[in-house]
């Protein structure tokens, strides 16, 4: 662990995640941002330096959270990097979050204050003026815009690699939510780590189409490609006619999750365009389960090896990938990431078990919740996934199913248990069960419930709409006289699928 920070010899060791831009040279350029300007390296650490300056000055302080609302711009880097400076911790919520979403965030992470970007992102621009946003000055990249801070606790802070760099939530506004502690030894191993896999250098361009309020876009895009010393080019929100442009004028590099290639794909055809224009070198597929059938269209139209991986925000998130020099022809994540220990606990007789996980990536715990990190965590560090795999003789992994209830939409974590609370919060419902069904690449997200008085689904669409992120909305609500229960009124969720099969035939 001493090493975490060493890059290569000769190079100095890395502290504090917002020292990755010594990686690069000054007068490079670091990122283009959403409106097309350009921050070279030095510029990026100027302005870094600014919004530090000014958050201090605003009250933030070492160990406190501060809230990152945001779409993916240079007020979103620059700030999470400036909160690094202060050794506050940046609490990452896409601005896509509905307010009482955020508001909740805000009670959990006893957070003293959110930044926004008004520029990039209309929606963070709308909890700004919500929540009372002042200006704390006119910078280049944008209004610098930041709520009053607020009596919050902040916690005790670390010279080392152990202090805490961000805090994710892998729930939303109801059940339990956990903060996922990373530190900046969790993130510097996982940037250096993708740069080197990738072996991302100076001459490449990413392009961050990957939300950075996620952990993939946070250390897999933006933190990886500043540790190559590359450029960047961040994307607010996933346009198909935009990424196709990018692709073909600069980008070498194209992480994102499987429902953009699939985008990619089906506009190439309304186009009519068989094989694009591009400079890619590097496209990988995260964040969600790949499909073999759109790996090989992938593969074959853009003429390039399109990578797996797996992981999760507890493992910041790598826990195995694909590799450059031995790609696969069949879904395997493969081979463990460099320093990640993995073992499959308990094996069946195919040699499937629970994915266990241990390394330098792996979090320090959830945020105040000890009970929680005992259950995930076991006493000589090993990250219990939740999710059964097995493993090849060369170590090759392939994920075969979840334990937990997890649904990945769109690259996006849908817990069940807090749709189902805002479903049953309903006047007109009684009973509810969410659960994920596999579809093009994709998984919907899928609910069923009884009532007890006249509702209609698209009502039951719009109560959770007005109350959750888009991306948590049922595809379908199916209205039923009774669900499939067990003796104890347990419901079945492993047999609503199948129940309800020919209610869901149309989607």
């Not at 910078?139 to 805490?164: I, K």
């Not at 969790?186 to 939300?211: H, K, Q, W, Y």
């Not at 334990?403 to 807090?418: A, Q, R, T």
Request: charged share 25%; net charge negative; hydrophobic share 40%.
């Amino acid at each position: 662990m001493e090493q975490i920070g060493k890059l290569a010899e000769g190079r100095p060791v890395l502290r504090r995640i917002h020292e990755v831009l010594s990686q690069g040279k000054p007068t490079h350029t670091a990122i283009v941002d959403h409106d097309g300007s350009q921050y070279s390296y030095a510029e990026l650490g100027e302005l870094v330096t600014a919004i530090a300056g000014k958050l201090r000055d605003h009250g933030v302080r070492p160990g406190d959270r501060v809230l990152v609302v945001s779409e993916n711009c240079v007020t979103y880097l620059a700030a999470m990097l400036a909160l690094s400076h202060l050794d506050a911790w940046a609490t990452l919520a896409n601005a896509r979050l509905t307010p009482s979403e955020l508001d909740r965030l805000t009670e959990v992470a006893d957070a003293r204050c959110a930044i926004f970007t008004p520029e990039a992102s209309s929606a963070a621009r709308a909890h700004a003026e919500r929540l009372e946003a002042v200006s704390l000055g006119q910078l280049r990249c944008g209004d610098l815009l930041v709520t009053p801070p607020r009596e919050a606790m902040p916690e005790p802070v670390e010279d080392g690699p152990g202090q805490t760099a961000a805090l994710i939530y892998t729930s939303g506004t109801v059940g339990e939510p956990k903060g996922v502690m990373l530190t900046h030894g969790n993130l510097l191993f996982m940037c250096r780590t993708s740069a080197g896999l990738r072996r991302i250098g100076p001459e490449d361009t990413t392009l961050a189409v990957i939300p950075g309020t996620h952990i993939f876009g946070l250390t897999s895009v933006f933190l990886a490609g500043l540790m190559g010393g590359s450029r960047l080019i961040a994307m607010p929100r996933f346009d198909a006619d935009e990424v196709l442009g990018h692709i073909r004028e600069d980008v070498t590099i194209l992480p994102a999750v499987p429902q953009i290639f699939a985008a990619l794909l089906r506009r190439l055809k309304e186009l009519g365009i068989e094989k694009p224009e591009h400079r890619l070198r590097y496209i990988y597929a995260g964040g969600a389960p790949l499909d073999l059938s759109l790996k090989e269209r992938a593969e074959r139209i853009f003429g390039q090896v399109l990578h797996n991986g797996y992981g999760q925000t507890e493992a910041s998130p790598g826990i195995a990938t694909t590799r450059l020099e031995c790609p696969r022809s069949d879904t395997a994540v493969g081979l463990p990431v460099p320093g990640m220990e993995v073992l499959i606990h308990e094996p069946d007789e195919n040699g499937v078990g629970e994915l266990w996980a241990r390394g330098p990536n792996v979090m320090k715990g959830y945020f105040r919740n000890p009970e929680a990190t005992r259950t995930t965590l076991t006493e000589d560090g090993f990250l219990r996934t939740g999710d059964l795999a097995r493993q090849e003789a060369d170590g090759t992994l392939h994920i075969a199913g979840r334990l937990k209830e997890l649904i990945i939409h769109s690259g996006f974590n849908v817990y069940p248990p807090e749709v189902e609370a805002v479903l049953t919060a309903h006047p007109a419902v009684a009973l509810s069960a969410v659960v994920g069904r596999a579809r093009n690449g994709n998984e919907d997200v899928l609910a069923f419930v009884t009532t007890q008085d006249k509702v209609t689904e698209a009502e039951l669409r719009d109560w959770v709409r007005e109350r959750m992120a888009p991306y948590k909305v049922p595809a379908r609500v199916i209205i039923a006289d009774a669900l499939p229960q067990a003796a104890t009124g347990k419901i079945l969720k492993n047999k609503l699928l199948e129940h309800f099969r020919a209610a869901l035939d149309d989607i």
